[in-house]
């Protein structure tokens, strides 16, 4: 898409045509993929392996350290083209004057463009550079921070600290002026700024600070469904955005792969045993094939496209675990408690508890594993956090051909490598994947 050529076919005084902007598809679809096959609980047979026609997920099934090959619109392309409408978009309404009668519109198209660069972004450096540090972030590589519509003649690639600060600068302002909810889910609203500062800050480790915006958001919305009125035998059990998932709080998706469809891959025997026979997760988000479990769960409600927005069970389980980190374990329990009750067949569930903080934590870290294999890139960023941690750090495996290949703890490889086409245009540092 010649997105430039758009802004220039598009009146900056009609507000309506830069929400249109905003709602093209490629701004809520195909939010990645690299991360979602580098960290899933997931594997693939000898045939499923083989049967891969894309060279890029094969490489990045096995942790290469080279992964690119061929043309492939990477996580790196799809997170730019979003943050590109973004800065046209807020370029444009600046030069809107703002009316009484045309504030909400208004308001709504700045704000969904702060989000939408602040996601973009964060979704980048999850990916390209290191995991958040307050000890390094002043040096780490972060992404290349454009906030223009012009290209940047000489990029570079900011620091994460400044990655991190612009991405709290751009949640901030969305979370000030957009609605408390949308009737249209691919419309961020305060609620979504909020949740996803929340995830910020747990990311930073700031527990105060993901805790008040985990709370904040579930004060505007804090549905949950009741898994025991969903169809969980069905292949599809949970709505497609037409349908409205009543538990997303802001929808997108990542990109969707070969790997995910029917009977293409199948699930960590190990997680799938860790679910009791009467928490109904285990029927909603898997199916058997040959007695080995395949995931279904996908809250797009398609067959082999992860969620990639947001959901309030992810929002309960970031205010539990900041709780716990916090030391009131009484109340994270209670906080966990709360979603899964609404998992579990009804009469069967005994409220979890714990003794402290530590045992609180240990239990959310399990739980959060459950409930969310397949969200977002959520599997690559907890890893990346809990790596850290010697409690919880693991080493991922995966035999492909009788090889053995495996991802350790806090390894390089746990960063992408930039596109091979970006180094070349730009110059900047590439990432080193030993």
Known sequence: MEIKANLNSVTPERINEFQALLDYDVNFMGKGLLTVISAAPYYLTNDQ???????????????????????????????YKTIAIANITLEGILKTAITPSNKSAYNQVKGTSHYFRAAGYLNLIQAFSKHYDANTYNTDLGVILQLTPEFNKQPKRATVK?????????????????????????????????????NVYLLMERWDLAEKFASEALNNYAVLMDFNIIPITANIPFATLQNKNPEVIYYAEMSGSSNFVSN??????????????????????????????????????????????IATNEI??????????????SSAMNVLNSLLQ???????????????????????????????????????????????????AR??????????YELAPNSSKYILPIPDEEIRLTGIPQNIRE
């Not at 309960?316 to 374990?329: F, M, N, Q, T, V």
């Not at 995966?398 to 090889?403: I, P, S």
Request: aromatic letters at 12%.
């Open 316 to 329: 309960y389980l970031i205010k539990a675990e900041s709780l716990a980190r916090l030391g009131d374990h």
């Open 162 to 198: 400044q990655c991190y600060d612009q991405i709290i600068e751009d949640l901030t302002i969305a979370a000030t002026i957009l609605p408390n909810t949308t009737d249209n889910q691919i419309r961020p609203s305060s609620t979504a700024a909020k949740a996803l500062l929340a």
């Open 395 to 404: 080493t991922l495996k995966r035999v492909v051909l009788n090889t053995v």
């Open 49 to 79: 392996f083989n049967a891969i026609t894309v060279g890029i997920e094969r490489n990045t099934y096995t942790w290469n350290k080279q992964i690119y090959e061929g043309r492939f619109a990477s996580d790196w392309e799809v997170n």
């Open 342 to 392: 609404k998992r579990w067949r009804n009469g069967t569930f005994t409220p979890l508890t714990a003794s402290n903080a530590n045992e609180a934590l240990s239990k959310i870290i399990e739980e959060r594993r459950k409930e969310l294999p397949f969200t977002g890139n959520i599997a690559w960023c907890d890893l990346r956090r809990l790596n850290k941690d010697v409690r919880f």
């Open 264 to 309: 293409g891959s199948f699930i960590d025997s190990t997680l799938y045993q860790s679910y009791h026979n009467n928490d109904l997760r285990k029927s909603a988000l898997f199916r058997l094939f040959n007695n080995r479990p395949i995931f279904k769960g996908f809250y797009t409600g398609k067959t082999a496209t992860p969620f990639g927005g």
